[in-house]
Every structure is written in structure tokens, then in C-alpha cells.
């Protein structure tokens, strides 16, 4: 250990020879710490110089003369200056250590970052999926500028809850844990990104904030009556006069196919001789599927409406337009632009709206109804689990999950048929017929 230098005393320090660097004392910390220092002029008293290193970074100030022979008034002794040094230490580590805190702050990632950079990766991986998702996280998550401005560093699964208690009421559960996916995907790819500036348990904290609601029993399933369905599909083609709505209302009504799936329809999916529809199958799941399209038969009053938009048009062109609009040269104002398919389920939001509140049916009815009231019906109808699930393009296990109850009413009915009559018939007596 280097031998205190002989800096504590006057006498000492009068023996020392001038030098422009200042001799320095460990007062703590060692090397690395805090430094007491005197700088010798070549006349006159000198000056106690203090010194703080930490992680690579020096702060060097003067203090105050020396007790020196012939000092001014202001001269503070060594134990005095060592108290100086410690405390001016104290109060400059405080600073470097807040402006350390604000540049990990600034390059720390938040929220928005989160979402912003999934966004991109999950367009990269697929452009429709990853469109919906920007589309959601935008709208419900970064609109929140509390939530979306909050560092990952300080994101706790009480934060996303009070998010959660943000969004609008009328958020269906299923569309609530849909968001969830997207956000705890975002959030935990953000988190891997950056694992070693951010707490351990940042994970555990995503994960439990962003636990799936729990849906109720019957939550997936608004069944309709036949004549509701009819109230729909003509209250659709009232609300759109352009009746690209109705079209697909009517479609959706008629196949039980999903949203996805009809906007894919093309004209040459429309068999008009064979009286049926070739409906795209989905593209949920990973595995390849046997087949392409799905044949489902449609009624005659169905062909009838469509034979409008299908006259004169090629087989591989959209069946279903609608129209696009952009703003015009007066403010506020939007006019029609082009027509195109239908791309994201939003875009019927406003129109299924007020077909909606015309059709007179409870207001908290979803498109995706039309779906369930068809597989319901080809079940009361006596149609095998297997075939409804294929015309829908769903397995029988998801049928006997969400539409048990309509099963047993259906087949009980098939069942009754084979009820043998247990009581003693009695014998039927033969009437003489006249020769």
C-alpha cells in the first residue's frame, strides 16, 4: 500500500517541491474513489484540489487555498479540505449517477418502441397478419400515451392491468384477448431484445398482466332464429345503397363462412349451374389442408342476387367490391375513389352498425352470429357432426366443444324414431269380409 504522502500538516507541505500537478491523497475509494490533492505553486500558499473517478469517468475541481504560511483568511486546514473532498464527491457522484440514469432512460425501451418494432417483424413475416395487428395495437394501445410512453424498464403487471381497465367497455372478450396476444408478443420480443438492461422478472410481470379474460360459457355463441337472419340481410342491403354490403351479408348469411374467407371469393367461385358456392378454406392453423375451397349449397333467391355482380366479369376478379374513399379538395370532406374487395374486418364495422339497430335485433349482435346460426341450423336440420364441420371448414372436436347442446336436441330427435313401445299390443281381431 503507496505511503500516505506528507500533505496532512503546513510544515509538510512547505518542504514539498512546486510542480503544476497536484499531489495526491486516497481519501476513499482508492484509485477509483475520491482524491484529495495540493497543488504547490512556486510562490505563495497553495490549494487543495479534489478528485472523483468512477467508471471511467474523472471530475477534477479546486476546493480552497491551503493553510499555508502566509495564507489568506479563507485557507482551510487538511482534516477540513479531506471533509470538503468527501462531501464534494458525494454531491457529484449524485449528478454523474442522474445523468447516467437519464441516457439509459432515453435509449431505454418503452411500450410504443414494443409495438412499433413488432409491427414491422410481424409484416415481414405476413402482411395481412401483420397489418391487423398494427391496426389493433395502434388503435387501443397506442393511443394511450401514459401506457405507450411507459419504459419496460419500469412495466409491472399492475400497469397493464390499469390499461386493460382503459379500454372501451363494448370490447368483446374475445377480441380483449386477441389484443392480449399481440401486446404480451410485442412486449416479450422488446424484452428479449434488450434482456440485459431490464429486471429479471420483467417477464413474469408481461405474462401475468396480460393473462387471457376469461370468456363465459355461451360467449362465442348469439344464435339467431331464421327470421332474424332474414331482418339482417334485409335491413344490410338498405343501410349500403351501393348494396356491396348486402352482397356480403347475404353471403355470410348463406355459407357461415368467416369474414377472411368471403372477401378471398372470387367470381369463378360462384358455380351457378351447380347451385353451390367453392369457399376458400381459412388459412387459421399451420397444417396444409386436404383441400382448397369448400363446396357449400346456396338457395336459388341467393343466385338470383348475385347474378348482378357476376354478369360480364372475369372468373379470377374479386366477387365482392366495395368502395374506397380519399379526401377531397374541400376540407372535411371525403368522395368515392376506387372500388376494391373487402380487406380487414373493421371495415364493416360502421355498416353492420346500422344494419344493426334497422333489423331490430339485440344490439350487441356480431357478424360473426351469421356463422354460428349456420352450423346451428345444419345441426337441427339432422346434418352429421362431421359434414356440418367440414361445410364450415371446422373440426367436429371445435362443433362438439361450442355446439354440444345443440347436438344432443338434434339427435334426440333422430333418436326418438328408434323408441321401441315396451307395453303388450293388444291383438287385432279380423272383421269377416262378405264373399
Known sequence: ??????????????????????????????????????????????????????????????????DDAKADTDAISYPAAVTASLAWAREHFARLEAAVDAEVASRAPTVRSAVVNYGMSRRARSERAGRNAEGRLAKYVLTDDAFAALHLTRLTAGAILAWRRRLPARLATSSVNRLLNDLRAALNSEADQHRRGLPAGLVGEIK??????AAAPNARKQILTDVEVRRIVEAAAVVDPSGDFGHLV??????????????????GDVQVDRMRIMVPTSRKGRSVKATEHIAVPIGADVLANLQPILAGRNAREPLLLRWS?????????????????????????KPWAATVARAAVPADTVMLSLRHSSIVRGLRAGLPVRLVGALHDTSV????????????????????????TLAPVEPTLLQPVAA
Open 1 to 66: 500500500m503507496p505511503k500516505p504522502l506528507p500533505i496532512d500538516t503546513a510544515a509538510k507541505r512547505g518542504k514539498l517541491p512546486a510542480r503544476k500537478n497536484p499531489y495526491w491523497q486516497g481519501v476513499s475509494g482508492g484509485r477509483g474513489g475520491v482524491s484529495l490533492g495540493y497543488r504547490k505553486p512556486a510562490r505563495g500558499a497553495g490549494s487543495w484540489v479534489a478528485k472523483l473517478v468512477i467508471d471511467g469517468k474523472r471530475v477534477e475541481e479546486r476546493l480552497a487555498p491551503a
Open 208 to 213: 401475468s398482466g396480460t393473462k387471457a379474460t
Open 250 to 267: 347475404m353471403v355470410s348469411a348463406a355459407t357461415g363462412a368467416r369474414f377472411s374467407q368471403i372477401a378471398r371469393l372470387t367470381v
Open 325 to 349: 374513399h380519399r379526401r377531397s379538395d374541400q376540407p372535411g370532406r371525403w368522395e368515392r375513389h376506387e372500388r376494391r374487395a373487402w380487406g380487414e374486418a373493421y371495415e364493416v364495422e
Open 397 to 420: 372436436q371445435m362443433i362438439e366443444q361450442h355446439y354440444a347442446a345443440y347436438i344432443v336436441d338434434a339427435t334426440e330427435e333422430i333418436a326418438r324414431r328408434a323408441v321401441m
